[in-house]
């Protein structure tokens, strides 16, 4: 309620209002004031000459939780180690003990771990209490509507044996609360009726404290012994309700992504080459976030039939063998998936991914950039273009975008719900003025088309080296003349290497790492790191530098659509004329004897 406002908790509580410069007590001993050494171990008092061990031994009486309600200024709650709960409605000028064993189902002298005070309503109050000193593991976790004077238990369906540690409420949700339990993570959408476990990564440790960074709607839990751990962006979980999580399936509202290049200070992604030089805690995924929930694990027929099995081996029925036409289609299935789809405002696709389908949550992460448009294919001489890191597409342009949930299933694709609205927004604007979206989305796109046809020339070439030495295995083990073959088939090998040399540059030059005149692909290099690296759009060099590479690439095409489509068709007629060992491209022999 107020910036330089401070409480402090000892046996007493202390207030300060000068931002800890000085302090007042605003109470009197809180605790039970007890001497130790006159409680009780293993069912007696000891003498004072037994074998103490005082290091092993708690003290008691000492305030463990402390909390002033957001709502009503001055309504306070302290609670305590030795069993009690103290309440003041005047900011300490007077305070009303709560035994906590008069809390149903809590034993006398329960450890008080942590008290919230509700963030809506002034007369709610939460308490987390804990007896495993005494053997008992059992999650103690209450709430009170009238300050403390009665209490019912919001423990629900907590598993037993998971004593409670924290408890915290959402700020937007009142019945949304998170529970720090000695095996994990909960969360109630209910108020504490049923409860749900945080999978994910999560260990199952003791997650001590709690805390809410409310403008990201990050949960953050700090654990023993681990460090801590961030769920980010828990908003879904406000429409986590009981009927959503049992349809089928339920996507959940997207929150708007911030577009920005991300930086590499290392030199490459995390921790690039630096290994475990220092630590480096990941960052949350870049761009869009996509959250959705699975009712049931999407299973093939396969997995269908085993499970209809299973219940039959249980009851030791017989299993027989399934008809073979049904093994086979059960072969041929692809394995089920799950599909999100974007679209830009104008409805276009932008992006598909592919998410888990096994039950629970699942978050998939697009990172605002469409899909490659570079040519693909399986081969050593292409595997680097295959590399992900380098075959990323160009970053969308900010706007308004939707995601579709579906299922690809039985080779088709069926929609589950209706598609989620989301804005991808700059993070800030450019100190420059440069291209306008729409004008740099053109020239990207004029340029991811520039590239598909490139990269499908390279691997083309790539390809067609690979054929021609085929086609030279096949000609020595071939019974006719094989002089004209040789001749024309090397000719072909010297213009392949022409074409090479346009597209790549001279391989002997270039792989000692002397400089070479500019290429097609060097120019398209050059366009693509500098758009790559920056939301600035292109400029009037990358402009110059695509008209150039189109320029050049239009002969180079052609004179490669001859090569492959015209004169290696032709040449591979007259081999199967000739009765020549038969290589992949040629049309398959009819298998008729002369």
Known sequence: HSPTRLFYASQRVWRSDDRGDSWSPVSPDLTRDQDRWHLPLMGRVWSYDSPWDVDAMSKFNTITSLAESPVAEGLLYAGTDDGLIQVSEDGGGSWRAVEVGSLPGVPDGGFVNDLKADLFDADTVYVALDDHKSGNFRPFLLKSINRGRSWSSIAGDLPD???????????????????????????????????????????????????????????????????????????????????????????FSVRDAWSYIPRSPLGGRGVAN??????????????????????????????????????????GDDTPRP????????????????????????????????????????????????????????SPETKADDDPRRNIGWLAQPGSYTVTLSKKHQNTIID??????????????????????????????????????????????????????????????????????????????????????????????????????????????????????????????????????????APLIEELHQLLEIDLAALETRMEDAGIPWTPGRPLPEGKQD
Not at 175 to 196: K, P, R, S, V, Y
Not at 214 to 221: F, K
């Open 274 to 315: 630096q290994g475990a030089g220092h630590f480096i805690a990941p960052n949350p995924p870049f761009g869009a976030v996509f959250t959705y929930h699975l009712s049931e694990k999407l299973t093939s027929r396969e997995e269908d039939r085993r499970k209809a099995e299973k219940e039959l081996e249980k009851s």
């Open 416 to 553: 589950l719900g209706e598609p989620r609205s989301f804005e991808v927004r700059p993070l800030r604007k450019g100190v420059l003025e440069g291209s306008t979206p729409a004008e740099a989305e053109m020239f990207l796109n004029q340029v991811a088309q520039f590239e598909r046809s490139v990269s499908a020339a390279g691997l083309a070439i790539s390809k067609g080296f690979e054929h021609l030495d085929l086609i030279q295995g096949a000609l020595a083990r071939s019974t006719a003349e094989p002089r004209d073959f040789d001749i024309e088939l090397g000719a072909l090998k010297t213009r392949l290497y022409r074409l090479d040399q346009a597209l790549r540059g001279n391989r002997s030059r270039s792989g000692t790492g002397e400089a070479i005149p500019h290429t097609i692909l060097r120019r398209l290099e050059v366009i693509k790191t500098g758009n790559r690296f920056s939301t600035y759009g292109p400029t009037a060099t990358h402009r110059r530098s695509l008209e150039i590479a189109q320029a050049e690439f």
């Open 323 to 378: 008809d073979w036409d049904l093994v086979e289609m059960e072969r041929r299935e692809e394995k089920p998936s799950v599909v999100l789809t974007v679209r830009n405002q104008a409805g276009k696709l932008v992006r598909r991914l592919e998410g888990p389908s096994g039950k629970g949550f699942h978050r998939v992460a697009w990172d605002l950039r469409y899909p490659s448009t570079v040519a693909r294919a399986k």
């Open 161 to 251: 044996r998971h004593l409670v540690w924290r408890i915290v409420q959402d700020h937007i949700k009142p019945d949304l609360l998170f529970a720090g339990t000695e095996f994990g993570l909960f969360f109630t959408t209910d108020g504490g009726d049923h409860w749900n476990k945080l999978g994910g990564n999560v260990p199952t440790i003791p997650f001590r404290d709690l805390a809410i960074q409310r403008r990201e709607n990050d949960l953050v839990g700090a654990t023993f012994g681990r460090g801590f751990f961030i769920l980010d962006d828990y908003s879904c979980l406000r429409e986590a309700t009981k009927d959503a999580l049992t349809q089928e399936a339920r996507l």
